[in-house]
């Protein structure tokens, strides 16, 4: 089992940044790949970014615009998303997953284990 635990949400202006962190505990954190993803109010949850666990990125460049960068500290078990230039339209809970190192790793799909969230509110 891994836990992970989201912080870095609040309230925050349009244009401005927030840095995102994801805590895991319980099994060896280097061997799991991970994402962010989010879920704005009324509609589906949607891939954000992930990084892979030789340090692959990959983001969802629809929305991304390079505005955001995903990395990670073995040595912490956490990953971070930073957010620059943030939009009303990035308003959304944000969560952290994670999934075993594998063959078929897939960015934006197959993920196991899941954050309760981390609230982002942009304001214009």
């Known amino acids: 089992q891994v836990q992970l635990v989201e912080s870095g949400g609040g309230l925050v202006q349009a244009g401005g940044s927030l840095r995102l962190s994801c805590v895991a505990s319980?099994?060896?954190?280097?061997?799991?790949?991970m994402g962010w993803f989010r879920r704005a109010p009324g509609k589906e949850r949607e891939f954000v970014a992930a990084?892979?666990?030789?340090?692959?990125?990959?983001y969802n460049i629809e929305f991304m615009k390079g505005r955001f960068t995903i990395s990670r500290d073995n040595a912490k078990k956490t990953v971070y998303l930073e957010m620059n230039s943030l939009q009303p339209e990035d308003t959304a809970v944000y969560y952290c997953a994670a999934q075993m190192a594998s063959a078929t790793y897939l960015p934006v799909m197959g993920y196991d284990y899941w954050g309760q969230g981390a609230q982002v509110t942009v304001h214009s």
């Open positions: 319980g099994r060896t954190f280097s061997n799991y790949n």
């Open positions: 990084i892979s666990v030789s340090g692959g990125r990959a």
